[in-house]
């Protein structure tokens, strides 16, 4: 069984950071492609960044180019997701999720997920 727990969520400022980490167990971390996605309250949940099995293609939404990092060690099975400029349109529960068929934005591709980890932009 897998299983990805994340952490790192919080209550921050606007224009502060925040790291999230997504640990994961019970299949072979570094074969698969790892993602970020948001759910904001009454909104459907969105692709927010991927990266491939060797972290080195990385892929993300437009709405966090430039602000927000993907990685991930393999030797520790956790993926990561460094969120710099925070603004409050960034409020949602961030989820991490492994993708079989490599990283891509579409999240019917991601087959197992994690419970997510709750971030609050304040302005």
């Known amino acids: 069984q897998v299983q990805l727990v994340e952490s790192g969520g919080g209550l921050v400022q606007a224009g502060g950071s925040l790291r999230l980490s997504c640990a994961a167990s019970?299949?072979?971390?570094?074969?698969?492609?790892m993602g970020w996605f948001r759910q904001a309250p009454g909104k459907e949940r969105d692709f927010v960044a991927t990266?491939?099995?060797?972290?080195?293609?990385?892929y993300y939404a437009d709405s966090v180019k430039g602000r927000f990092t993907i990685s991930r060690d393999n030797a520790k099975n956790t993926v990561y997701l460094q969120m710099n400029a925070l603004k409050p349109e960034d409020t949602a529960v961030y989820y991490c999720a492994t993708a079989s068929r490599g990283a891509t934005t579409n999240d019917r591709w991601y087959d197992y997920w994690g419970q997510g980890t709750q971030v609050t932009v304040s302005s």
């Open positions: 019970g299949r072979t971390f570094s074969s698969y492609a």
């Open positions: 990266t491939t099995w060797s972290g080195g293609n990385t």
